[in-house]
């Protein structure tokens, strides 16, 4: 088989094929997301629907638009990733939660992710660990400016992306703390288990990608979970989607 | 508080925004194109001179070659005051569509180097401070200067990955090329994550001086002045625009 069929066919998991999705596609962990992007679309219809692979293809104010969910965790994300690519994406946006640990960063603020640690394995499959996992800087430019659009307060910096959850969380066994304190100290904003390979995979193709992440308390408070996640997901989907729009206008969809 | 160790400096002596050739005659260059400039200190190869730039105070410091040189400056700089480092260089260029020379933006960096595995475990990323890139895209495009921004491959030994290496240096260059690595640098992979985790500013401009993939081609010694000039211009007005946005009310929470 040539690559060229490999490019045509319809994607083993993400189950579509060239012409499925928009140019720019925001990518969830969560499946129940995508009903959410759906739901802020002038026109939206569902794609395809397999394992945790759901998508949305639609349009607002004349841009399409494509929302596909891709897991938890970076092993299926990557799969996602790369399908993606392979049936035409050019900028992928991850539009995730994640866990603060920074102090001084609130309930209802977003996260631009400019790079990740790459405290994964997924990615170290693809490139050794000295390449960095970097977000491209016109996703971040185009979140910053849906950002400000939109009045809602961003932080700009880089998150960990790891693998185990039951390590670095608040129900982690052990002192949690003790493996996190080196992250705060190197001024990473907050964990996630995802960015990494999304931004590692992306840049060593020449696609676009990026990250904004919807923030709670820091995850060492007793509050951590006090927070309107729900409002705040949709704030974050909308500014995804303004971001894709900014792409389109700038000729960065394609 | 004493003078550093090895840059000779009290805080007081340098502006906010130092810019890091490893060259120590480069430094002069530099100098040369602020509105004025003085020596302020000079100690092995750190030398480094002080002035304003359209009323910001600025100061160059010169590295010497590689990441322990580089991380011993930007630690002493910190201490007496520096936040924000623009490093002015050259590479070799690993894409052999680059033009030569020709002027890189760094994005972020491979860490090839030593130095900043000694501070940080390797999954940490060197990106370059986006505001500080940015502002360098923007200077280019406002001076009709054609850049490309990317990754550089940040490494120790010259003579393992250049064109006058003697071992096969482009079968250590195949993973980098492969994955669009524009060029290869010795300093940045030390910088960005030192002055990230320092919660400082860092990026880089370097002139592509010779390609890897074209050993024959060369660039005359005056189209490489003329690049280097072109990186210093843009450089300061790169640190123009940062010193304009942090004085001004933005909703923007930097770290």
């Known amino acids: ?254 | 508080m004493e003078k550093q160790h090895h840059i000779d400096l009290l805080p007081g002596d340098v502006g906010e925004i130092v810019f890091l050739p490893g060259d120590i005659n480069r430094a002069a260059v530099i100098a040369g194109h602020f509105d004025e400039a003085s020596l302020v200190a000079h100690k092995r190869q750190y030398i480094t001179y002080t002035g304003t730039y359209q009323g910001i105070k600025v100061s160059v410091t010169s590295t010497g070659i590689g990441g322990p040189a580089v991380a011993i400056a930007v630690e002493e700089l910190i201490k007496v005051g520096a936040r924000k480092f623009i490093r002015i260089g050259t590479g070799g260029a690993l894409q052999k569509w680059l033009p030569i020379p020709s002027l890189i933006v760094g994005t972020a960096a491979v860490r090839g180097d030593g130095t900043s595995r000694e501070y940080f475990p390797l999954e940490y990323p060197a990106v370059a401070d986006f505001f500080t890139m940015e502002a360098m895209l923007h200077a280019a495009q406002k001076r009709k200067v054609d850049v490309y921004p990317g990754i550089i491959r940040g490494h120790d030994a010259f003579y393992a990955e250049s064109i006058f290496a003697d071992v096969d240096y482009l079968k250590l260059d195949r993973p980098w090329i492969d994955a669009g690595v524009l060029i290869t640098s010795n300093e940045s992979s030390t910088l960005f994550p030192l002055a990230m985790a320092r919660g400082c500013r860092a990026g880089t401009i370097l002139c592509a001086v010779d390609c890897h993939q074209r050993p024959g081609l060369e660039a005359s010694a005056q189209a490489i002045d003329e690049s280097i000039s072109n990186a210093i211009d843009i450089a300061l007005d790169a640190a123009v625009e940062l010193y304009q946005m942090e004085h001004q009310n933005t909703k923007v929470k930097v770290v």
Not at chain 1, 73 to 91: F, M, Q, S, W, Y
Not at chain 1, 95 to 119: D, L, S
Not at chain 1, 150 to 165: E, F, K, N
Not at chain 1, 207 to 218: D, F, Q
């Open chain 1, 1 to 254: 088989m040539t690559s060229q069929d490999v490019h045509s066919e319809i994607q083993h998991h993400v189950d579509m094929k060239k012409g499925d999705i928009a140019p720019t596609v925001l990518i969830p962990g969560e499946p129940q997301r995508v009903e959410v992007f759906a739901a802020l679309m002038e026109e939206a219809t569902k794609v395809a629907e397999k394992r945790e692979y759901v998508t949305y293809t639609g349009k607002k104010d004349g841009v399409a638009v494509s929302c596909t969910s891709t897991g938890l965790g970076c092993p299926p994300t990557a799969i996602g990733v790369e399908e993606l690519i392979r049936i035409g994406a050019k900028n992928i946006i991850r539009i995730g939660t994640c866990g603060v640990i920074q102090p001084f960063i609130k309930p209802g603020e977003f996260i631009i992710a400019t790079g990740a640690v790459r405290g994964e394995h997924t990615s170290e499959e693809f490139i050794n660990m000295e390449y960095p996992a970097m977000a491209d800087y016109r996703i971040v430019r185009a979140l910053i400016d849906a950002c400000e659009k939109l009045d809602m307060p961003y932080h700009l910096g880089i998150v960990r992306t790891h693998d185990a959850y039951y390590l670095e969380s608040p129900e982690a066994q052990g002192n949690f703390m003790e493996r996190l304190q080196p992250w705060i100290d190197m001024s990473v904003l907050a964990l996630d288990n995802e960015s990494s390979s999304i931004f590692v995979i992306s840049s060593m193709q020449g696609i676009r990608a990026g990250a904004i992440l919807t923030c709670g308390n820091p995850i060492y408070m007793p509050d951590a979970d006090n927070c309107d996640w729900e409002t705040n997901i949709v704030k974050m989907v909308t500014a995804g989607i303004e971001a894709a729009k900014l792409l389109a206008e700038r000729g960065l969809a394609e």
